[in-house]
């Protein structure tokens, strides 16, 4: 944190926007890693504890020059924070999007948005994804939903993707004609249900082409999510 940051703040909040910027700039790797995004495309941002504040990536920058001092501190009305680090730059094009989801949605502490190709294929196809193997019952707890089509640039995204997830068990939705997005508790909890939500996307896409699926029963899907949720691991932390 600089003394631009730490003067606009009191202590507890500048330690906790110091925190988020490091975890939501390393997590930007954790998309690359598991070949979730195109160039520049994609992004993650973290709710600031305390705040009515988030941090996301700048627009357009190379995944490779991502650092915390470049990562951007936004309003829940999607303002970047006059003075703050990383002011200088545009924030990501679907900042609008992420602060819609935070206004309405407070238990939601990570937003994470990919252009994965497996989820992606389902979103131009508009389908939802069924919950037809375990680990999708356990991570989503049931279906992938579809969202509406909706254009980038404003809120539209993110009123899609909350009513379309408020009350719904699924951590991730896709964007119809775009992809998917995932939230979480956190910033980490978001990417995981990302790297999750492709890895179900191409199990069910490959199952989908040599015949019929098998769906889980909904009281099978319900058992599973139960114990995974909150039986399984050694707490909520290692769980996600």
């Not at 254009?151 to 119809?176: A, C, F, K, P």
């Not at 990302?194 to 896409?205: C, G, I, K, N, Q």
Request: aromatic share 6%.
């Amino acid at each position: 944190m600089t003394e631009i940051d730490s003067a606009q703040f009191d202590s507890a909040v500048s330690e906790a926007i110091a925190r988020v910027r490091a975890d939501v700039a390393a997590l930007h790797s954790e998309l690359v890693r598991y070949g979730l995004i195109v160039w520049t495309g994609g992004n993650v941002s973290g709710r600031v504890p305390g705040a009515d504040l988030f941090v996301i990536k700048p627009s357009g920058v190379s995944y490779d020059d991502l650092a915390p001092e470049n990562m951007i501190l936004c309003d829940l009305d999607g303002n970047v924070v006059p003075g703050s680090v990383g002011s200088e730059r545009s924030p990501s094009s679907d900042t609008a999007a992420h602060a819609y989801v935070y206004r309405h949605m407070p238990e939601v502490g990570g937003v994470v948005h990919t252009h994965s190709t497996y989820a992606v294929a389902w979103a131009a196809r508009g389908e939802e994804i069924p919950c037809v193997v375990t680990a999708m019952a356990d991570e989503f707890g049931g279906p992938i939903p579809i969202g509406p089509f909706a254009i980038i640039g404003d809120d539209s995204i993110g009123r899609g993707i909350v009513e379309t997830l408020r009350g719904h068990r699924s951590r991730g939705v896709l964007m119809q004609n775009h992809g998917p997005f995932t939230i979480g508790s956190s910033a980490k909890d978001a990417v995981k249900a990302a790297v999750m939500l492709e890895d179900v996307a191409r199990t069910v896409h490959i199952a989908k082409q040599a015949g019929p699926l098998i769906p889980i029963p909904q009281e099978a899907i319900d058992s599973l999510y139960n114990r995974y949720q909150n039986v399984y691991g050694q707490s909520t932390d290692d769980r996600r």
